[in-house]
């Protein structure tokens, strides 16, 4: 069926206004992507791990979830969302449920990168039929901007802050969209939103209905913690997209597909000039951290187009 933003954007909205999540976050735009992706007739249940998207959605006794939700700690966010679809599927069996439902995990960096990394790779491992969609941020944002190992190196960040002893995040991202293809799972997908959404959207829709263990991870930049203007949302992702620091692609039972190609790859420094916790690498005598940045993102690149060329 061919992609079509209208009709995508007439579904109704399943996380509703009236959150309280910063003008120019790209936690909510993710969110409302994914459950769009939803067939308006199947039910969902949601469990979320603590962070600014839990905060920001769930204040008892107000919520701006229209499905079934799950407020859970950081370790077993996906634990927790794995025992609700083993339950259903037995429920379901005993001819105890009718209605299909579907089962989805959202995560901020710190509780998927970090926190919850045993759980999500068990939940993987054993196969349950669900999501699990991490909203990298690049940090724990909800307590105050400090670092995880989803942040790049260099970010000036609460527990990383540049100054004489250092300067910004000494280690690079972790590269955790790798872990979750590891682990042989059915469907893994990076992206974000940029355009028209369709990578997004059809990313989302094929990890929620393709049967078994499926993992989205989705940039999702945030204002306050990368020092951007608000408005700058939807440029920031694009220069992340189009230098390659961010590359949209999928492993699809095992084959790797890129999903976009950048026209023209631009430098790392274009990306990084657009936020606040970079700064510092603009400096003179600095030089050297944005040329370590572009090796980086190089390296990372090219082994992703070779396996996008050998699968
Ligand atoms: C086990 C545990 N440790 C620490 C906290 C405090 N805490 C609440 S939200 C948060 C930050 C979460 O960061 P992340 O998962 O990246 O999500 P974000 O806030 O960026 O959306 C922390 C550390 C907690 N609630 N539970």
Same mark, same amino acid.
């Given at each position: *069926?061919? @992609?079509?933003?209208? =009709? ?5 909205e399943r996380f509703a206004p009236g959150h309280r999540l910063c003008a120019g976050c790209g936690c909510g735009i993710t969110v409302r992507?994914?459950l ?7 039910? #969902?249940?949601i469990?979320n791990?603590?962070g600014c998207l839990e905060v920001s959605s769930f204040m008892y006794?107000y919520t701006a979830w229209q499905d079934?939700y799950?407020h ?5 966010? &996906? ?6 679809? &083993? ?11 009718? !209605? ?6 959202f ?12 759980? $999500?790779?068990?939940? *993987?491992?054993?196969?349950? !039929? /669900?999501?699990?969609?991490?909203y990298?941020?690049?940090?724990? *944002?909800n %307590?105050?901007? =400090? ?11 609460? %527990? ?19 872990? /979750? ?15 028209? +959404?369709? !990578? ?8 929620? @209905?393709?049967?078994? &263990?499926?993992? +989205? ?10 020092? @951007?203007?608000?408005? /700058? ?5 694009? #220069? ?17 597909? +890129?999903? @976009? ?10 990306? /990084? ?16 951290? $944005? ?21």
């Open positions: *069926m061919a @992609y079509n933003l209208k =009709q995508e954007l007439s579904k109704p992507a994914v769009r992706a939803l067939n308006p007739e199947d039910k #969902a249940v469990a791990a603590t006794p079934s799950i859970t700690a950081f370790e077993n966010a &996906a634990a927790t969302c794995g025992g609700v679809e &083993a339950a259903y599927r037995v429920l379901r069996r005993k001819g105890k449920i009718d !209605d299909t439902y579907k089962f989805i995990t995560g901020g960096d710190g509780g998927t990168y970090d926190i919850g990394l045993q759980s $999500l790779s068990g939940a *993987m491992e054993r196969g349950h !039929d /669900m999501v699990y969609v991490c990298d941020n690049e940090a724990y *944002m %307590t105050g901007i =400090q670092r995880s190992s989803a942040t790049p190196r260099f970010a000036d960040s609460t %527990t990383t802050p540049v100054g004489s002893m250092q300067q910004g995040k000494g280690q690079n991202k972790k590269d955790l969209t790798e872990i /979750m293809v590891a682990h042989g799972i059915p469907y893994v997908a990076q992206t974000t939103f940029i355009g028209n +959404l369709r !990578d997004l959207h059809e990313k989302s829709r094929k990890a929620i @209905y393709t049967p078994g &263990a499926a993992f +989205l991870n989705v940039l999702s930049p945030c204002p306050r913690g990368w020092r @951007y203007p608000a408005e /700058m949302i939807a440029s920031v992702v694009k #220069a992340a997209v189009d230098s390659c620091v961010w590359p949209m692609f999928e492993v699809d039972h095992g084959q790797y597909r +890129l999903t @976009y190609e950048p026209r023209r790859k631009l430098p790392v420094a274009d990306y /990084m000039k657009l936020q606040g916790r970079f700064a510092h690498c603009f400096k003179s005598g600095n030089e050297w951290m $944005l040329e370590a940045a572009q090796q980086w993102v190089d390296q990372k690149w090219e082994a992703l187009l070779e396996k996008c060329s050998n699968t």
